[in-house]
């Protein structure tokens, strides 16, 4: 029987579609795997080939723009937006638009082209996760922006448009719709109850269990209960933290556990998906706040297309979360070994 | 330099990217041709491997489910949700959740396989909406349903599952989000001046003429300030009309034109894309009123993914919309002869 779903944060209304319901073997798609052939200009070697590096993580003695890194930080060589242009909000008309100020950078996880960042260890995901840190603080010092975005396009066709791993930072003058919507309607509930809802759907969802994908000592992995596409993961804080550079070293190194767990799992399940995550965390004017809760999404690229869900911001999900986590819990993967 | 735009009506931003500016022929992607090739449900002679029919448009004396029709609607095979349940809203902590009642139907455009929407006559489109606007008069009764969605996927990369020609219509119990938003934007903008912004929107869009694609005596075809998409396009019904079925017979005539010019021109430009539009109307409750404006989006499928649009709501597009509309603006289609 079909189940209409409302998402308690944003209040978007979800088809689940238990008539249509898919199992992981009913999605037809391509496995992801790694080519390899090819001029690839995020490999070692080829640091001239990006734009000057904005940070790395390297070697003392290395210079910059040479080998020697683990992480590395460039400047996305077709920016959607430019860090050197003025604001200059104007009207036209009934219109409002201003200049396309803001920052588009690379993150390059790893100078390995054959690794995924499900293959990568924890320590290295971590200093990924460092990267992403240093890289807001540094924009956080630029009144300009508004947010700050961290996404990651993994597989052609979830957009990634070069295969050696790395993730992506938009600094925004604005705050994007979606999380806007998030921050409104988490406003809400803590003026009413005041408490964080996502403190209360991660405790409801731990009583339950039924959506539960994995969990360590800092984190858990979850399916929402709304999701809007099939194997869609939240992997969410356990302890109240409104932004992302919040945590301490000790979480951080979990988040990086949890997140390779999840990956796995992915892998595992849905026989390696082209997959998109991304990280919403407070606007930085309020980045320290009781009612938000930062955390990851990740959404598995697994229907074909999005058809009709543009135009209407109205989803069909032919699986439910409760299956989906599921298989996701039940999945063969390595044990977390916590002394590596 | 890219610019950041604000929709007018729900206040999304959207970065219109002229570094990465692209023109029709950059956008690498299928032509959508019929191939017509295996068996297909919605072919006269066919009528029994559909659900039974709902309704249709046929000769005199010719049977339910049998050959003679020109438009027939049925219900979805697959569908998304069932209308035999009863609402039944349910909480689950601090969830809600609600039965899946809903409606799910496919409108067949035309009996002919071999034939895509832009091909049909003006009077066969024209009786394509006049299908559209029986049911919605018929589903308005059921008073478990708030909003009628009817949308159309063209194209496999758009998400159509069948390559016969045909459009949906879902009927839902809830206001689809995106719908929601439109509808506050436009009440707020007209508390505050009294007047329809869909209203105002046309009359800057005619006057200035840049984003114009297409006129006729009762529509206009533009493309929207801040589209989400390259060569997004609104149809947009020149008198203040809330609500799909208002048109007269006249102004649905002129929609079919429009509608038919606009897709040639698409085709042409494009080399038939791929594409999904949508009708937004009022909701069934408050169909009637001042403030929201009913209109048609057209969104071709032109870039190979979403990426981190869906995870944040923010869109980049490569195509700023005075490009687009210039392109379909001077596109060589056949003139639409009034006299047809």
Not at 149 to 171: C, R, Y
Not at 195 to 223: K, L, T
Request: charged share 25%.
């Amino acid at each position: 029987m079909p189940e209409l779903r409302k998402d308690p944060v944003t209040g978007r209304w979800v088809i689940i579609s238990t008539d249509r319901a898919k199992r992981p073997s009913d999605f037809v798609r391509d496995k992801v795997e790694i080519r390899g052939s090819g001029f690839c200009p995020f490999c070692t070697n080829n640091e001239s080939k990006t734009p000057p590096e904005i940070m790395a993580y390297r070697k003392d003695g290395t210079q910059r723009d040479t080998p020697g890194w683990w992480v590395r930080v460039v400047p996305n060589k077709f920016p959607a937006l430019r860090i050197e242009e003025s604001l200059n909000r104007q009207g036209e008309g009934l219109y409002d638009k201003m200049e396309g100020v803001g920052a588009h950078e690379v993150v390059i996880e790893t100078p390995d082209h054959n690794k995924t960042l499900a293959m990568l260890d924890p320590h290295a995901i971590e200093d990924v996760f460092w990267a992403f840190r240093d890289r807001i603080l540094d924009l956080k010092k630029d009144t300009r922006f508004k947010y700050i975005l961290i996404f990651k396009n993994h597989g052609e066709a979830a957009g990634a448009s070069l295969e050696h791993t790395h993730s992506q930072l938009i600094a925004l003058p604005v705050v994007p719709k979606q999380v806007h919507e998030e921050m409104s309607g988490a406003a809400e509930y803590f003026r009413y109850r005041e408490r964080c809802i996502y403190c209360d759907i991660i405790h409801q969802e731990m009583e339950s269990g039924i959506r539960m994908e994995a969990e360590n000592e800092a984190f858990v992995a979850i399916a929402p209960f709304a999701p809007r596409f099939p194997f869609e993961t939240w992997i969410v804080p356990r302890v109240h933290q409104s932004a992302y550079e919040q945590p301490s070293k000790q979480e951080y190194s979990q988040f990086a556990r949890i997140l390779k767990d999840v990956l796995m799992r992915l892998d595992q399940v849905l026989e390696k998906p082209a997959y998109n995550f991304v990280i919403h965390t407070s606007p930085l004017p309020e980045s320290e706040n009781e009612y938000y809760h930062w955390h990851m999404e990740i959404m598995p690229k697994l229907t074909k297309v999005a058809g009709f869900e543009w135009g209407t911001g109205f989803y069909i999900n032919p699986t439910p979360p409760e299956q989906s986590a599921r298989f996701l819990r039940e999945a063969a993967v390595p044990v977390d070994d916590q002394s590596i």
